[in-house]
């Protein structure tokens, strides 16, 4: 069969619309970057305990005093975990992107209801946006809207709104038939008929479909995460990053609390909004007999004036003004070089990655600009990159490993220069396992080692080198299977077979802190085939390398010795998960001078 190009056609429409339609993905950023910020503003202003004595209180209104008492405990519960901003951060997008699809998808359905004709090319197109893998919306979303809330939420659209589109066209569908000929009969126009009729019938079918769309908007919504979209999809995506269990189930215990109460209150949404379902909740409450105080709902009068009572107590307290960062150094006249410039540093998840653009927001915040650090897989920070949703980039593996995005996006990027020297791509075993010191050993051993080699992201420029070059050049291409997975599983897998002592080759680098912990023999490359080796450099984007030509000037000149960048590591692994800037505070602390030489104040 000749090999059908459907990938590169898909790639030529994306280069199309994002050439001739930016205008228009502009607009809608702003549009999406506005409706999240306002909901956000919302939900994070207040102090945690308040704003969840509001979520309590529509608890109580929509399911009765226990719903209340339990959802106050679930969210006392998150902020007891520290996890209060990056739950709000979640809901304000499930919120936006939730709402947004049922704004687009309850007229949809409601069009394939009453059209057989929509309905049949509405159909196939849910089908596609319903079985393609939810990570495939990310990959159009980030190069339209770049990095950041936006591709989550429009990607968590697209996820989300076929679901309401079928309920909604079942449920009118499912109205029965004489009805609606009765109403004909008795001279009701057709917007008559749907708005007295089919919709109230349909009710109880339509909101298990805006139930339905909100439960997978939060899954959506934490899979953004892996994008740059604030919340507890970032939490969840680090902790299994850097196989960090107790973070990770920390943010799985949050996104489970957010979920429960979001199913309920959409669920119990829909016994008051239909007649049915309002004569199901007064039979219940007259049968409740010495129950009835557990059974008992304010009026929605009565409700709505506790939440606007607490409301008005939140801006009373002045908790709307903003969260802000009241741990951020005081800067001297004389330090304050840059006046409050944003700067926007993308990491990766990898330990150098992490000290290094922690480091340069320490030091850029004692220099007066308002730096940010955000973490993203490998391809999308060098997307962000070269669409300017980013500044810099610290943790560029040149001239090899991050070889074919300088390919691609190149004529975006300013190398600012290396900034580490030494380091390695190689595959390493444990060194208990005998008689393998070089890849030329692992030949006949396949089965030893399972027929695999452990792998990190499938994206990662060194696994394209394993399976190109360095396989094929020693003869194991057909006896060993790159295994495409994660940094955090991989790790995770050599911590599993370490313990039993079982042969494992994994994908590895220097520097890495598995050596330290893992007596791991690195495997010679006596054919070279892994290249001379990489330097670690500083990448700006073009633009901003420009504009922010101060801070561009300080990256030309860094650099870290292996002593300075292991120790960096070290202490911000002792200062424990989410903690990066305390522990690169603490370091600097322990390093006096080392502000003052990244970053002079008088000269480059």
């Not at 919120?95 to 069009?111: K, R």
């Not at 004692?366 to 610290?394: C, E, H, I, M, N």
């Not at 990448?539 to 870290?560: C, D, E, I, P, Y």
Request: net charge neutral.
């Amino acid at each position: 069969m000749p090999r059908i190009h459907l990938g590169n056609w898909a790639e030529d429409a994306v280069n199309w619309l994002t050439d001739h339609l930016s205008w228009l993905f502009d607009f809608i950023s702003s549009v999406v970057n506005g409706m999240y910020d306002g909901v956000e503003w919302v939900l994070g202003g207040p102090s945690p305990l308040l704003m969840a004595g509001i979520l309590a209180l529509l608890a109580f209104w929509m399911r009765g005093l226990p719903a209340g008492v339990v959802a106050f405990v679930g969210f006392a519960l998150i902020d007891s975990l520290a996890q209060w901003d990056q739950a709000m951060q979640s809901l304000s997008l499930v919120v936006v992107s939730g709402a947004a699809a049922i704004v687009l998808a309850v007229p949809l359905g409601i069009w394939a209801a009453r059209r057989d004709t929509a309905a049949l090319v509405i159909r196939p197109v849910l089908d596609v946006m319903q079985t393609l893998p939810a990570f495939v919306y990310l990959i159009p979303a980030i190069i339209f809207f770049s990095l950041g809330t936006v591709p989550a939420v429009i990607a968590t659209i697209v996820f989300a709104a076929p679901v309401g589109v079928r309920m909604t066209e079942l449920g009118i569908r499912q109205v029965d038939p004489e009805l609606v000929e009765a109403a004909d009969a008795f001279g009701t126009p057709p917007l008559g008929t749907l708005l007295r009729v089919q919709l109230p019938l349909a009710l109880p079918t339509i909101m298990a479909g805006v139930n339905q769309v909100i439960m997978l908007a939060l899954s959506m919504v934490v899979i953004g995460g892996m994008v740059g979209a604030a919340g507890l999809g970032a939490t969840v995506f680090g902790a299994i990053s850097q196989v960090d269990i107790g973070l990770g189930f920390e943010g799985g215990v949050s996104v489970v609390v957010l979920a429960i109460y979001l199913d309920r209150i959409t669920g119990a949404l829909g016994d008051h909004v239909s007649p049915l379902g309002r004569r199901a909740l007064a039979r219940r409450g007259s049968a409740a007999g010495g129950m009835r105080v557990l059974r008992y709902r304010p009026r929605p009068a009565v409700g709505v004036c506790g939440v606007t009572v607490l409301a008005l107590v939140a801006c009373c307290m002045g908790v709307f003004a903003g969260n802000g960062n009241g741990s951020a150094p005081h800067v001297s006249a004389a330090a304050n070089v840059g006046k409050g410039q944003s700067v926007r540093i993308g990491s990766f998840n990898w330990d150098e990655s992490i000290a290094s653009s922690y480091l340069w927001q320490e030091v850029l915040e004692q220099r007066g600009y308002k730096p940010a650090v955000s973490t993203y897989d490998p391809g999308a920070a060098f997307t962000g990159l070269a669409t300017g949703s980013l500044d810099y980039l610290t943790d560029a593996w040149l001239p090899t490993t991050h070889a074919s995005y300088l390919k691609q996006y190149g004529k975006d990027y300013t190398d600012l220069g290396a900034w580490y020297d030494r380091t390695s791509l190689e595959v390493a075993v444990p060194s208990y396992v005998k008689g393998v010191r070089t890849m030329a050993d692992l030949k006949g051993r396949s089965a030893e080692f399972g027929g695999k080699i452990i792998g990190i992201e499938p994206g990662a420029g060194e696994m394209k080198l394993l399976r190109s070059t360095v396989l094929p050049g020693y003869g194991l291409d057909k006896d060993y299977q790159v295994v495409s997975s994660s940094t955090a599983s991989m790790l995770a897998e050599l911590k599993r077979d370490y313990a039993q002592k079982k042969p494992v080759a994994v994908v590895l680098w220097s520097p890495h802190w598995a050596y330290s912990t893992y007596d791991l023999t690195k495997l010679a490359d006596p054919q070279g085939l892994w290249g001379p080796g990489d330097s670690v450099h500083d990448l700006a984007n073009k633009a901003s390398g420009a504009k922010l030509s101060q801070v561009s000037a300080w990256m030309r000149t860094f650099h870290m010795t292996e002593a300075q960048l292991g120790s960096l590591e070290a202490t911000i692994q002792g200062a424990g998960q989410g903690n990066a800037a305390q522990g690169v505070r603490k370091w600097i602390g322990q390093n006096p001078g080392i502000v003052d030489k990244m970053a002079p104040i008088n000269g480059g």
